[in-house]
Every structure is written in structure tokens, then in C-alpha cells.
């Protein structure tokens, strides 16, 4: 028997909202139905109405990966009212309570986590990322530019920062499907070695450097960065969309063996998601457990202070911090449009509920960074000679020559 309490605070909430929503039961009864809904949510079992009465956000996007319920509209229309449906009870969307578990970072752990997470299909994530499938934040230079040219921009954006220069070696610490070594080898005449732990990654960038000729300048690798032996044995380290993966009890290593690996007066950018509340995991509101169990197991986020304390303690002079929240707010609400574009071809690939996972979690990450939730910190640091300052120019004029 439907529970009438239930629909009754269901209807309350709504209407306190004044959200245009419309909201249809699983026996077709209509709760709130409004001609100008941008947003259709059909509630498919009793406990999605419960949800749905004292709703978080963690808890919606659990019930729609699930099948609780069923969400029709744009995923930053379904993120817009999910946020103001929670605050219309007072309940507010972030409590900084939040921290992803960091104790289950062992090396066998750690590659199971990323393999859970990349070795989804190779052909799924070239249905929404760019050309050269770079999976993190992107640089817009001006709001208009496409995402290919804002993942150009980026990969250009870490190359002067870094200040690379012909012959120089150079090793990006979890690769992703390659982006940053191969454009580094052919524009800039590096030698890139290129470390991952996905096998979906590394069969994908071996076939690139073949493809275009690059055998011999750029190498990939299966490999656990705490497993490189290789000290003072590169000019230049970056680690892009990796450091998540860490953990905050694993800081102090990852620093360490970043600093073992680069030559004295080297340089490391380090590029990462962080939280925006030092002590907090920058989401809350159930959405850290959401991406815990479904989409990053044993991820954890950090605060900026966290990483330039860290870095320093390794004997890493940090040179240079740029916050480029904004554009991964843009970045992720280009891969969630791609995505819903291609949304019949991603069912077929992956599955109904993967689709919805990946569709859920890039859109309530947009509305994250959009709000402030977390930020994105490209960290620049270098290994002192001497106590000396690296080798590093003077001002930012390399950086942005070309901008």
C-alpha cells in the first residue's frame, strides 16, 4: 500500500522547492507534474520515495545508478535541481565531514583500483574525450574554445611549465592513454617514458608510438611509481590526473620518490584534485562514499597545504601554484554533453548501469568544481642544487609566450 506520509512530505518538499519538476510513480500516479519541467524523475520502488523525502546527493545518485528511479533531462538541469531539492529541506549539499578512506593503498590494491576504473573499454572513452584522449582538466584560454584545442592548450600549458627542451627526458607518472608524452616527444624533442598501471592504457599507447613513428623517444611502462629505480635520472617529472590515486598517508613517498628520480635542479609539476576545506573531502552530502563504491575505490582527496608541505619536506622547492578549478567545471561539462550525445553507443559498451555511473559522477563532479566543492592545483616544484634555486627562469614569461 502506498505510503501516503511519504507522498505527502515528498509533495511538501517539492513545493517549498518551487522546482519545475515532475516526479511520476511506479504505478503512474503523478506527484508533481509541471508543463515546464526541464527535469522527468519516474521513482521505481518504495525506498527511491524515501529517498526522495529526505533526499542528499549521494544518495540520488546511488538510487539512479541503481534503477530506484529514472532521470530524463540534462544531466547540469538533473544537478542544478538535485542541489536545490536537497537545501529545500535545510539540508545542506557539502558538510566537510567526508574523507575517502586512505588506508588501502598497497600496490596490488592500488592497480586492482585503477584497472576498476580505466580498463572499462578503450572505445567508451573515445566516445567522449578528445582526439588525443586526455582524461583530465583541460586549459580554456578563452570560454569559447573547443575541448581538442583546451586539451592542446593544457598539454602545451604543462610542456612551458616545465620549461622541456630538446634531448631531455622526461617522465609522466600515471599517462593515461599518452597525451602529455607523445605531444611532449614531437613537439618538443624530449625523450618521454610514460608509466601506468591500466593494461587497456598501456596496449593503447604502445599502438600510438608505433603509429607515429616516435619508437625509441617515447616508452610506456606497467608499472607502480613506488617500483622506479631509476635515481637522478630525469630533467623533468610530471604527474597529471594521478595524484588522486595516492593518499594522504602516502604523501610523504610519493614526494620522496619523486625527488629520488629527478636530477638536482629538475623539475616536477604535480597536477591534482583538491579540496577547497583543508580536513574535509571537498564533497560530502554521501557523495564520497558514492565514488568510493562505484567510481574511484581507494581514491582520496587532499588540501594544497597538504601537497606543498609535502613536496617541501622531500626537498622540493615549490615555484609555482595555479588553481584551475573553473576549467574542469568547463572540461567535465563537455565530457558529460559528449557522453549523453553518444549515450546509445556507451549502453552498448559498456551497459546500462556503467552509462549511468559515468553520466552521474562527471556531472555531480562538474557541479562540485562549479560550486567550489574542489578545486584543481597545478603545482610546479623543483630540486634544489646545493640549496641553489633549480633551474628555473626568472619570471612566467615562458609559460605564456605563446598564449
Known amino acids: 500500500m502506498l505510503d501516503q506520509l511519504l507522498v505527502h512530505r515528498v509533495r511538501r518538499r517539492l513545493e517549498s522547492s518551487g522546482l519545475p519538476l515532475a516526479v511520476e510513480l511506479w504505478n503512474g500516479q503523478h506527484i508533481a507534474e509541471d508543463a515546464l519541467a526541464a527535469v522527468r524523475v519516474r521513482l521505481n520502488r518504495l525506498t527511491s520515495l524515501k529517498i526522495l523525502a529526505h533526499p542528499n546527493l549521494g544518495a540520488l545518485a546511488r538510487a539512479y545508478v541503481e534503477g530506484a528511479l529514472d532521470l530524463e533531462g540534462n544531466a547540469r538541469d538533473i544537478l542544478a535541481l538535485g542541489d536545490r531539492l536537497c537545501n529545500a529541506g535545510g539540508l545542506t549539499p557539502k558538510t566537510g565531514s567526508e574523507r575517502w578512506k586512505w588506508w588501502r593503498h598497497s600496490r596490488t590494491r592500488d592497480r586492482q583500483n585503477i584497472q576498476y576504473h580505466y580498463d572499462v573499454s578503450n572505445d567508451f572513452y573515445g566516445l567522449w574525450l578528445d582526439a588525443k584522449r586526455v582524461y583530465s582538466c583541460a586549459y580554456f584560454k578563452t570560454p569559447d574554445l573547443s575541448l581538442d584545442a583546451a586539451q592542446v592548450a593544457k598539454l602545451d600549458h604543462i610542456c612551458r611549465k616545465l620549461d622541456l627542451q630538446p634531448g631531455e627526458r622526461l617522465l609522466d607518472i600515471g599517462c593515461g592513454w599518452g597525451g602529455l608524452i607523445l605531444h611532449a616527444a614531437q613537439h618538443y624533442g624530449v625523450q618521454a617514458v610514460g608509466i601506468t598501471l591500466s593494461n587497456d592504457q598501456h596496449a593503447y599507447v604502445h599502438r600510438q608510438i608505433e603509429a607515429l613513428g616516435l619508437t625509441g623517444r617515447v616508452d610506456v611502462r606497467i608499472m607502480d611509481y613506488r617500483d622506479m629505480q631509476e635515481f637522478n635520472a630525469y630533467d623533468k617529472i610530471a604527474s597529471v590526473g594521478m595524484f588522486e590515486h595516492v593518499g594522504l598517508a602516502n604523501l610523504a613517498a610519493y614526494f620522496d620518490r ?146
Open 258 to 403: 619523486i625527488a629520488s628520480l629527478l636530477k638536482p635542479g629538475g623539475l616536477v609539476l604535480n597536477h591534482g584534485i583538491t579540496t577547497a576545506e583543508p580536513d574535509a573531502s571537498g564533497l560530502g552530502s554521501g557523495i564520497a562514499e558514492f565514488i568510493e563504491d562505484y567510481v574511484f575505490p581507494g581514491g582520496e582527496l587532499v588540501h594544497a597545504s597538504d601537497v606543498l608541505r609535502a613536496a617541501s619536506r622531500s626537498g622540493l622547492e615549490c615555484l609555482d601554484a595555479e588553481n584551475l578549478r573553473p576549467h574542469y567545471g568547463k572540461t567535465l561539462w563537455h565530457w558529460v554533453a559528449r557522453l549523453e550525445d553518444h549515450a546509445d553507443e556507451a549502453r552498448q559498451l559498456i551497459g546500462e548501469q556503467k552509462y549511468r555511473i559515468w553520466r552521474i559522477y562527471m556531472a555531480g563532479s562538474a557541479h562540485a568544481f562549479d560550486h567550489g566543492w574542489m578545486e584543481l592545483w597545478q603545482v610546479l616544484a623543483g630540486k634544489r642544487v646545493d640549496g641553489a634555486q633549480p633551474n628555473y627562469p626568472f619570471n612566467r614569461d615562458a609559460m605564456y609566450c605563446n598564449n
